[in-house]
């Protein structure tokens, strides 16, 4: 059975650092590509960065880049989202998602299993 969970979220202040971790079972993690999304209040689920099945290459919303970075152990089936400088404006749910073929990494129809979130709240 398929279970993706993430983790690691939790209260911290403006500039303050988080690291969310992602954990899959009941797939082969190592060749599907891992997107982060995030969803604010009122919003509509935004993308937030993906990291290809190797590790090799990753990409970044503009509003996170040199903030955020990817990574990926995937002899642990984990993958991990290291936020820093945090603002009030990255204060959302977060969650990862796991898509097979790579395509349409912005694409929220694209990804085949999605995990639950975790709350993520930065105060000024």
């Known amino acids: 059975q398929v279970h993706v969970a993430e983790s690691g979220g939790g209260l911290v202040q403006a500039g303050g650092s988080l690291r969310l971790s992602c954990a899959a079972s009941?797939?082969?993690?190592?060749?599907?590509?891992m997107g982060w999304f995030r969803q604010a209040p009122g919003q509509e689920r935004e993308f937030v960065g993906r990291?290809?099945?190797?590790?090799?290459?990753?990409d970044y919303a503009d509003s996170v880049k040199g903030r955020f970075t990817i990574s990926r152990d995937n002899a642990k089936n984990t993958v991990y989202l290291q936020m820093n400088n945090l603002k009030p404006e990255d204060t959302a749910v977060y969650y990862c998602?796991?898509?097979?073929w790579g395509i349409g990494p912005k694409d929220l129809g694209a990804y085949d299993y999605w995990g639950q979130g975790t709350q993520v709240t930065v105060s000024s």
């Open positions: 990291i290809s099945w190797s590790g090799s290459s990753t």
């Open positions: 009941g797939f082969t993690l190592s060749v599907y590509d």
């Open positions: 998602a796991a898509q097979r």
